[in-house]
């Protein structure tokens, strides 16, 4: 089974068709909003809104471990994850997809691993390709195959959130290595890998970061119109993969 998790922008999947909802119990409390099954373009698929319902949920508070292993529990194998990002690499427009193959964590005191409670034993998952690398080169392919723009290799800075950064922590960024930037790939990506899920990322490039650009301030107007038009391009991305998938 394919989930996909919306993130900003993206509370609601347009074009799935509502089969039913479900409110999914878990040993870490509720995930962020109600699971909708659902079909997309004849295609079973699961939507979990990551900010929850009506995006009340900050970045930092959100109930990751609820949320994947709500996920988890429902059969789900394949997460297609949805995130607006900021560009720092310059290559990388308003709009565009991004399939990230990489991420550096910048993010503290979120609950990042399920192999913490006493009765389970020290556990060191080996995370050197933090996203699902067959996934990912099926949605690349198929990006490729149907001429939608999707930067492939790039590496994702996770910050804490919600405030956006300041131009000298993007440039930070930059000479770290990072192409793009957000806030809640982490700790999503990691505790998809402890339960065993093949996860990747489609990033939508909603604005240039901080200082990048033509340096002006960051419009929230303009955001949500990125947002929306690279939500269209996800959208033929996923329909491309599900027609060539055997997902029943």
Not at 182 to 208: D, H, R
Request: aromatic share 8%.
């Amino acid at each position: 089974m394919l989930a996909v998790i919306g993130g900003t922008g993206v509370d609601k999947f347009p074009g799935l068709e509502l089969e039913r909802r479900q409110v999914v119990q878990t040993p870490y409390g509720l995930p962020s909003s109600p699971l909708l099954y659902g079909r997309y373009q004849g295609k079973q698929v699961v939507f979990l809104a990551r900010h929850g319902s009506s995006h009340s949920i900050p970045p930092h508070q959100i109930n990751y471990r609820a949320n994947i292993w709500a996920l988890q529990k429902i059969g789900v194998q394949r997460i297609f994850s949805l995130a607006a990002v900021g560009a720092i690499n310059a290559e990388m427009k308003n709009a565009d997809l991004v399939i990230p193959d990489q991420l550096i964590d910048y993010t503290w005191g979120r609950q990042h691993t399920f192999f913490e409670a006493p009765d389970k034993p020290v556990t060191h998952i080996d995370f050197s390709q933090p996203y699902c690398p067959e996934f990912s080169a099926d949605l690349l392919r198929v990006a490729k195959d149907n001429h939608i723009v999707a930067h492939p290799q790039a590496v994702y800075a996770v910050t804490q959130g919600p405030r956006l950064e300041t131009s000298a922590e993007i440039n930070r960024l930059e000479r770290d290595g990072c192409d793009i930037v957000g806030m809640t790939a982490m700790p999503e990506a990691v505790l998809a890998k402890e339960l065993g899920l093949c996860y990747a990322s489609c990033a939508i490039i909603a604005n240039p970061a901080a200082g990048r650009g033509d340096g002006e301030s960051i419009d929230m107007e303009a955001i949500e119109a990125y947002v929306a038009q690279g939500l269209s391009q996800a959208q033929a991305l996923l329909v491309a993969y599900l027609a060539q998938s055997d997902n029943g």
